[in-house]
């Protein structure tokens, strides 16, 4: 049946494609060179503080430059004379008891190259960029997007455009297919369970704007800009070269955890989408690029169309995978066990995210000195709501504490028990708790607390998960406001609770 299902996928994928109006083709790159915390933009010769998948030539690591990228004896793209780095944030789904687990990527990436605009230049030597903000957690803008003919002000500033670049498409094959980056957030796991069976398809257009002059810039981003409509448009003041534009897509079989209880969060730490982002590193042949765009200016978007391309197998392109570092080669990044690798905290927003979440020097030594804490202590929010609301002489409360001397997050469960309650709601909410040296719990950042199910029971159950995060050296995310679902499923265990007095006759 799964079987089935991604067979699908991938067909439907060559036909169902972005409607872009210039001359372009879509580089596919059917093959991963691997899924590993490295960013050689970001964190050059050091481990990566959350997991990247990684698409292209096969000489990547921690030091990758252009040079060592033209190196590779191998691409897993279609095109041979390309050797270029391509990668993004890996997704990941949050089982109940805290594991992480890698969610398939379908199909590998199409990493698409747009000729819009006047003069398109190919990317100079040496250059480098990234789009999206990993730390992001929130969207500042009019949603939807208003029609882009009336877009100007601060809509069209730089900040907007890099938050309007960022698409997760909802996939059914069988329905109307989506306009790309038509939502730019990730759509919660009811959403993809009841409307997505072909998954989810995360897409990113880089700014295409550059200043002529840097290829690379401090935060890797200040040398490039976005023209005023995201993709199409005019370049600001200072950035009129007008390069090849870039636009990445990765679908993800999201469907493959249908009806099983948790949430989506890609690698940085974000189950909201907003920090989803994106780096390149040029590693073409020297002036392939150029004579492509000069010359492949077909709108079939096929590689094929274009002689320029030396084009090699899916096979070919599945075999090349990059080398692990051997500081990496024990991390398991398919199902961690103690959340996302890094360890990456997740940050749920709306708040600007916090470094301190996940550092690229994290040790596992100094989590795992972590000692023995108990629940009690830090889900008092949440128990006491559910306090509040069954409300009751007769009741009674007794947290069932489960103690750990691990960081591995622990389920916890406290049960109320009352012989009138008779319907019930199953709430749950995530509980990161953060733990200081000596094993003090000092703040507790709390996610959205969301209804699992209904039942008709005498005990009332609150399903906790705790992921336990040391302490690091700056301070911690904001606790996230009370998600209004929430309350009105208090409100409804509140009124439900109240029928069954009458019922018995209170
Ligand atoms: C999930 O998203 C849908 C659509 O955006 C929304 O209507 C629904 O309330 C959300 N559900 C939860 C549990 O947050
Ligand atoms: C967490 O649950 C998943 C799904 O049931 C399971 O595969 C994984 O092994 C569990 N992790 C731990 C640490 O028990
Ligand atoms: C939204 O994110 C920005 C950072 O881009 C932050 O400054 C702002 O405070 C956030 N809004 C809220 C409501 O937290």
Redesign the pocket.
Known sequence: MQEFRLTAALVACLTLLPAFTSAFWRLPCRGRTGVARLDPIVDPGEISSHVHAVHGGGNFGMNSNMQTLRESSCTSCAVTQDMSAYWTPALYFMHTNGSAELVEEVGGMLAYYLLYGEDVTAFPNGFRMLAGDPL???F?WPVPDPPKSSWSGAQVSQKALRQKALGFNCLDYAGTAEASLYRHFMPNKTFLDANCPDGLRLELMFPSCWNGKDVDSDDHKSHVAYPDLVITGTCPEGYETRLVSLFYETIWNTYAFKDVDGYFALANGDPTGYGYHGDFMHGWEDGVLQQAIDTCTSDSGEVSACSVFDLQSETKQRECTFDMPSTLANEDVQMHADGLPGPMGIQW????ASMSMGSSSSSTSAISSVPTTSVDSVSIGVSIEIGNVLNHAEATTTTSTTSTSSPTPTPTTSIHVDQYTEEIVYLQQDVIVMVGEGGIPYATSTGTQRTVSTAITTATQTSTVVSYVEKRDSAPAEPEQRDPSAEKALRQAHNRHRHSHKRHGH
Not at 349 to 352: D, I, L, S, T, V
């Open positions: 992001q957690r929130n500042t927003g709306p708040a600007y």
